[in-house]
Every structure is written in structure tokens, then in C-alpha cells.
């Protein structure tokens, strides 16, 4: 199948951007996540800059690789396998049945538990604590959705 150029170089730079964005959350996520993450953990981020600091970065690679992943590269990929644009969910689910993300329902849970990240940091350390470990536990489904993705480029010669 030939895509356009700019399509190619999209798709190019997209693999390169998730490449790193994945090394990078799962090099914070093994940082911050050497111990398990309690809600005293939580509640100590008030007064432990450098704790504070990693759990930050953490949320932020998180929900940004989420982001690069499935508001960016994954409407380019299925644009120039030549699906027609469609909303997320429906999106979604033609990346499951494409075996490019393990499951649709289970990438809008991961969605929930980034803004849950973001909206429940300071106010309760449990909500917080039990959000964080959920998500270091998806951030295996991430990486594995990248590469997914990047190999089906790679597989096309869109590289």
C-alpha cells in the first residue's frame, strides 16, 4: 500500500517520538515504583521534593506517551491503512480487532486512571496512592501498544 510522503514522515517521526516516550515511562516507572507505592508514600509527597519530583515525571510520561499514542500516531497508522476518520471509541476498537492495543474498554480504564492522577493528587493520598499503581501496572499495555504499533510501520516499510 503507498501512503503519501508526508503521511511516511509523520508516521517516521510519530515511531521515534513514542520509541523515546516509552523508554522513558518505564525508566521512571522503575524508579518510583522500587517499593511499592502506599498511601503514606502519597502523603509524604508534601514534604519529600524529590519523591514529589518522580511521581510527577511519572504522571506526566505516563499520560503524555497515552496521548502521542492514541491521539496521534494511532489516527495516523489507521489513516493510512485507510480507515476513515471515526470517533475514539471507534477507533479503538479497530485498533483491538488489529491487535494493535489489547483491549478498548481496557485503554479508557488506563485513560481514567491518568485523570484520576492528575485531579486526585493532592486532596486524598489513598486515591492517589492505589491510581499510581494501577498505572505503573499498565504501563506495560503502553509500551507493549507502542511497539505494536511501531513494528505494524516497520512491517508496511513506512519507516
Not at 517516521?12 to 522503575?30: D, G, I, Q
Not at 505516563?62 to 471509541?89: C, H, M, V, W, Y
Not at 477507533?91 to 480487532?97: S, T, V, Y
Amino acid at each position: 500500500m503507498t501512503i503519501p510522503e508526508h503521511t511516511r514522515e509523520r508516521l517516521r517521526f510519530l515511531t521515534r517520538v513514542v520509541t523515546k516516550e516509552a523508554k522513558h515511562l518505564s525508566e521512571t516507572s522503575e524508579r518510583l515504583f522500587s517499593t511499592t507505592f502506599t498511601a503514606e508514600r502519597a502523603a509524604a509527597l508534601q514534604h519529600d521534593a524529590e519523591l514529589a519530583e518522580r511521581v510527577d515525571a511519572f504522571v506526566s510520561r505516563f499520560g503524555r506517551l497515552q496521548d502521542t499514542l492514541g491521539d496521534k500516531l494511532l489516527p495516523t497508522l489507521l489513516s493510512a491503512l485507510g480507515e476513515n476518520p471515526a470517533p475514539k471509541i471507534d477507533m479503538l476498537d479497530r485498533a483491538e480487532r488489529l491487535g494493535l492495543i489489547a483491549s478498548s474498554e481496557h485503554w479508557m480504564q488506563i485513560r481514567r486512571l491518568r485523570n484520576q492522577m492528575i485531579h486526585e493528587y493532592v486532596e486524598d493520598p489513598k486515591v492517589l496512592a492505589d491510581a499510581l499503581e494501577s498505572a505503573h501496572a499498565a504501563v506495560a499495555d503502553l509500551v507493549t501498544a507502542s511497539q505494536a504499533m511501531t513494528a505494524e510501520i516497520a512491517h508496511r516499510g513506512w519507516q
